[in-house]
T-cell receptor, first 114, second 116 residues
Framework: DSGVTQTPKHLITATGQRVTLRCSPRSGDLSVYWYQQSLDQGLQFLIH???????AKGNILERFSAQQFPDLHSELNLSSLELGDSALYFC?????????????FGPGTRLTVL | AQSVTQPDIHITVSEGASLELRCNYSYGATPYLFWYVQSPGQGLQLLLKYFSGDTLVQGIKGFEAEFKRSQSSFNLRKPSVHWSDAAEYFCAVGARSGGGADGLTFGKGTHLIIQP
């Protein structure tokens, strides 16, 4: 158990819909990273928040957004969903703001778009 | 931008045999280097990491990896595999520049199958 929690574990929805994925980092960790894992693209970095502020963006679509709240949990919002958004979404937390810190991964949320 | 290549999509090894998983990276300087393992239905667990210093790093579960700057490689090894090592293995790099705020760049992964 990494100490990172993600809800829900599974999500099935339809094209055009909007969903919210939630991540609670390990106690004391200020950084939250979001990654998408799909068969064709592999594991891709989406976005990084540190202590409530956006620090870096990766291959995140404009239809996707994220935020980190004062209690440090983070939410990833996916809107106007397409079939190709079906994937496993991971969040990872770290004590530091940079990649030198170990990232602890949650179990993931599996999103299926029908 | 950095990139990671794991040339072997699948590797089959007999239980008790040695293992080497290959990883090559592309980056302007020496990046931070990581190996993660993902068991079915699980998140990723860090096996080991290289930041600087000794180029042979030891990790958990009996794994080690060697950083070779001249070959831009960071291969993962284990002298004797166990059936429980069957999993997906990912090599990843992290940028040192820009404060390292960007997330990790992962390879496509190597699926390890253990034969009894």
């Amino acid at each position: 158990d990494s100490g990172v929690t993600q809800t829900p574990k599974h999500l099935i929805t339809a094209t055009g819909q909007r969903v919210t994925l939630r991540c609670s980092p390990r106690s004391g960790d200020l950084s939250v990273y979001w990654y998408q894992q799909s068969l064709d693209q592999g594991l891709q970095f989406l976005i990084h928040y540190y202590n409530g502020e956006e620090r870096a963006k990766g291959n995140i679509l404009e239809r996707f957004s994220a935020q980190q709240f004062p209690d440090l949990h983070s939410e990833l919002n996916l809107s106007s969903l397409e079939l190709g958004d079906s994937a496993l979404y991971f969040c990872a937390s770290s004590a530091t703001a940079g990649t030198s810190g170990e990232q602890f991964f949650g179990p993931g949320t599996r999103l299926t778009v029908l | 931008a950095q990139s990671v290549t794991q040339p072997d999509i699948h590797i089959t090894v007999s239980e008790g045999a040695s293992l080497e998983l290959r990883c090559n990276y592309s980056y302007g300087a020496t990046p931070y280097l990581f190996w993660y393992v993902q068991s079915p239905g699980q998140g990723l667990q860090l096996l080991l990491k290289y930041f600087s210093g000794d180029t042979l790093v030891q990790g958990i579960k009996g794994f080690e990896a060697e950083f070779k700057r001249s070959q831009s490689s960071f291969n993962l090894r284990k002298p004797s595999v166990h059936w429980s090592d069957a999993a997906e293995y990912f090599c990843a790099v992290g940028a040192r520049s820009g404060g390292g705020a960007d997330g990790l760049t992962f390879g496509k992964g190597t699926h390890l199958i253990i034969q009894p």
